[in-house]
């Protein structure tokens, strides 16, 4: 965030060893010559990334991602192709006004000037709608404590104890969730076989649980354990770290997944779904993921 760049993406195997033949941008080009709105996604190239000088041809059928990765670093940057292919990187430090102060004297009219809106004017009479409607039509299932509090214009403090924190004492954890790099956003890449291949750091997940907290519990680094929350359990292996608050343990998500098509060797790892409470906020409809409680032992 500190840093403009630009920066272009290298294959860091050869697609010989794993059986990988096409990319990503393949697909898509190749999709869109077969659904047949080929030029069109070559305009949305030019038009997205602002591409003039070195536009791309819409009625040439054979641009590779190669080609616009090309087109695009030598719009941005200025830089010729040969740059790219040697440093992948361009980029400068940003300073602090740009990073931190960009558009709030404009926004603000200057210094002084109110900055944080600390009451939500858009909630005023909110409530008491959501009350006449509950009496007009007897909806049994609103809850109008809950609504009161989640609909006050002014921040209250229930806004900063959620359900799990005020109503599960007899589970000292929380139970926190978080991405790997190698599974990231997309459940479906537990289908990547070269993620499934390369040994027990991607192809498996585990629970990340500090070390004092770990001693206390008596469990080991690499210890099967249980994960109990007042929705369900789930088995997983402990991994004792020092980065870790003593109260918190975490299990990255997407691994192991109980769908029909899924392969055993894409099921490994530990499905933390489960036994996650479901506490939605009732404005946005978000869930609160970080707030399940939990205990452990040894499985």
Not at 48 to 60: E, G, M, T, V, W
Not at 110 to 132: R, S
Request: with cysteine; net charge positive.
């Amino acid at each position: 965030a500190d840093t403009d760049h630009k920066a272009i993406r290298q294959p860091v195997v050869k697609e010989r060893v794993y059986g990988v033949k096409y990319s990503a941008q393949e697909f898509f080009l190749e999709m869109a010559k077969r659904v047949g709105f080929y030029e069109d996604y070559i305009k949305n190239i030019n038009k997205n990334f602002k591409l003039k000088k070195y536009a791309l041809d819409p009625k040439n059928p054979n641009i590779t991602p190669r080609d616009y990765v090309r087109a695009v670093w030598q719009e941005t940057t200025g830089k010729p192709w040969d740059y790219a292919l040697e440093h992948a990187f361009v980029g400068k430090h940003k300073k602090p006004a740009d990073m931190y102060h960009h558009g709030i004297e404009k926004h603000y009219k200057g210094p002084g000037k109110p900055k944080i809106n600390l009451y939500a004017d858009q909630l005023l009479g909110t409530f008491d709608k959501v009350a006449e409607t509950k009496r007009k039509h007897n909806i049994a299932a609103i809850d109008l404590d809950k609504y009161k509090v989640a609909l006050s214009p002014i921040p209250r403090k229930e806004h900063g104890f959620p359900t799990p924190h005020r109503e599960a004492k007899d589970y000292p954890l929380y139970l926190t969730t978080y991405k790997r790099m190698y599974r990231n956003q997309a459940g479906n890449m537990a289908f990547n076989p070269i993620l499934n291949n390369l040994g027990p750091d991607t192809d498996h997940n585990f629970m990340l649980i500090q070390k004092q907290t770990a001693k206390k519990l008596g469990i080991r680094e690499g210890d099967r354990v249980i994960i109990e929350t007042r929705v369900g359990k789930v088995e997983s292996i402990a991994r004792v770290v020092e980065g870790q608050h003593p109260e918190v343990v975490s299990v990255s998500y997407h691994y192991g997944h109980i769908g029909s098509a899924y392969p055993d060797w894409a099921r490994k790892g530990t499905w933390i779904n489960p036994v996650l409470e479901l506490h939605p906020d009732l404005i946005a409809g978000m869930n609160s993921f970080n707030d399940t409680k939990c205990k452990v032992y040894k499985a």
